[in-house]
Protein backbone atom coordinates (compact mmCIF):
# COMPACT_ATOMS: atom_id res chain seq x y z
CA UNK A 1 0.00 0.00 0.00
CA UNK A 2 2.91 2.41 0.63
CA UNK A 3 4.44 2.19 -2.69
CA UNK A 4 1.13 2.53 -4.36
CA UNK A 5 0.41 5.73 -2.32
CA UNK A 6 4.00 7.02 -2.86
CA UNK A 7 3.24 7.99 -6.52
CA UNK A 8 0.37 10.54 -4.78
CA UNK A 9 3.46 12.16 -2.91
CA UNK A 10 3.76 14.74 -5.93
CA UNK A 11 0.45 15.47 -6.21
CA UNK A 12 0.33 16.20 -2.42
CA UNK A 13 2.99 18.56 -2.85
CA UNK A 14 1.28 20.25 -5.20
CA UNK A 15 -1.93 20.86 -3.89
CA UNK A 16 0.23 21.59 -0.83
CA UNK A 17 1.39 24.45 -2.56
CA UNK A 18 -1.78 25.52 -4.14
CA UNK A 19 -3.06 25.52 -0.77
CA UNK A 20 -0.58 27.55 1.03
CA UNK A 21 -0.89 30.25 -1.55
CA UNK A 22 -4.35 30.51 -1.19
CA UNK A 23 -3.94 31.23 2.27
CA UNK A 24 -1.61 34.01 1.90
CA UNK A 25 -4.43 35.36 -0.77
CA UNK A 26 -7.28 34.65 1.92
CA UNK A 27 -7.72 38.62 3.50
CA UNK A 28 -7.67 40.45 -0.63
CA UNK A 29 -9.91 37.75 -2.14
CA UNK A 30 -12.40 37.85 0.47
CA UNK A 31 -12.20 41.75 0.98
CA UNK A 32 -12.55 42.20 -2.84
CA UNK A 33 -15.03 39.42 -3.11
CA UNK A 34 -17.02 41.15 -0.33
CA UNK A 35 -17.13 44.74 -2.46
CA UNK A 36 -18.38 42.61 -5.64
CA UNK A 37 -21.38 41.33 -3.66
CA UNK A 38 -22.00 45.04 -2.09
CA UNK A 39 -21.54 47.22 -4.48
CA UNK A 40 -20.65 45.52 -8.21
CA UNK A 41 -24.38 43.33 -8.88
CA UNK A 42 -26.07 45.98 -11.16
CA UNK A 43 -23.49 46.50 -13.10
CA UNK A 44 -22.36 45.73 -16.24
CA UNK A 45 -19.58 43.38 -16.90
CA UNK A 46 -16.90 45.93 -18.54
CA UNK A 47 -17.75 48.41 -15.49
CA UNK A 48 -17.19 45.38 -12.61
CA UNK A 49 -13.95 44.04 -13.79
CA UNK A 50 -12.60 47.77 -14.33
CA UNK A 51 -13.57 47.85 -10.52
CA UNK A 52 -12.26 44.85 -9.76
CA UNK A 53 -8.95 45.58 -10.99
CA UNK A 54 -8.56 48.83 -9.31
CA UNK A 55 -9.63 47.29 -6.12
CA UNK A 56 -6.79 44.92 -5.91
CA UNK A 57 -4.45 47.73 -6.99
CA UNK A 58 -5.29 49.54 -4.19
CA UNK A 59 -5.37 46.69 -1.64
CA UNK A 60 -1.99 45.89 -2.48
CA UNK A 61 -0.96 49.71 -2.62
CA UNK A 62 -1.60 48.64 1.62
CA UNK A 63 0.45 45.40 1.18
CA UNK A 64 -2.47 43.22 1.11
CA UNK A 65 -1.69 39.89 -1.09
CA UNK A 66 -4.44 38.87 -3.20
CA UNK A 67 -4.81 36.53 -6.58
CA UNK A 68 -4.48 38.50 -10.23
CA UNK A 69 -7.96 37.44 -11.14
CA UNK A 70 -10.21 36.61 -8.36
CA UNK A 71 -13.38 34.86 -9.10
CA UNK A 72 -16.49 35.27 -7.39
CA UNK A 73 -17.46 32.23 -8.37
CA UNK A 74 -14.93 30.32 -6.68
CA UNK A 75 -14.66 31.97 -3.63
CA UNK A 76 -18.60 31.92 -2.90
CA UNK A 77 -17.55 27.88 -3.66
CA UNK A 78 -15.07 27.54 -1.46
Known sequence: M???LASENINWKNSLV???ASRENLV???LV???IIAYL???TQI???ECVKTWINMIRSFNIKSNDDISLN???GN
Open 2 to 4: IDK
Open 18 to 20: VMI
Open 28 to 30: GDI
Open 33 to 35: SSG
Open 41 to 43: GVF
Open 47 to 49: YRT
Open 74 to 76: AIL
